[in-house]
Nanobody, 121 residues
Framework: QVQLVESGGGLVQPGGSLRLSCAAS????????MGWYRQAPGKQRELVAT???????NYADSVKGRFTISRDNAKNTMYLQMNSLKAEDTAVYYC???????????????WGQGTQVTVSS
């Protein structure tokens, strides 16, 4: 099982920056694609960005050019650098990861508990 713990959320003014971290721990063979998702009050959870184990990235149009996803495979940690934050970025941000227990074994998905990001003056 893989446990994911997010950190780095908080209150920031519009135009400001935050850096989220997601640390993975537990027993696993490999972690594959990881991603950040967010859920604002009254809205469905949406994709923010994903990154493969090889470093290929994908972003939602709403965050392109402002957010940067990265990962350190040696530390089993993923990051989300958020710049030029807007009020509409306010949400709970969740970390997601797909992993397996062995070579050619089925993959599983895990979620973190979420971290609140509030953009307000």
């Amino acid at each position: 099982q893989v446990q994911l713990v997010e950190s780095g959320g908080g209150l920031v003014q519009p135009g400001g920056s935050l850096r989220l971290s997601c640390a993975a721990s537990g027993t696993f063979f490999r972690i594959y694609t990881m991603g950040w998702y967010r859920q604002a009050p009254g809205k469905q959870r949406e994709l923010v960005a994903t990154i493969t184990s090889g470093g290929n990235t994908n972003y939602a149009d709403s965050v392109k050019g402002r957010f940067t996803i990265s990962r350190d495979n040696a530390k089993n940690t993923m990051y989300l650098q958020m710049n030029s934050l807007k009020a509409e970025d306010t949400a709970v941000y969740y970390c997601n990861a797909y992993w397996s227990r062995a070579i050619a074994a089925p993959t599983f998905g895990s979620w973190g508990q979420g971290t609140q990001v509030t953009v307000s003056s």
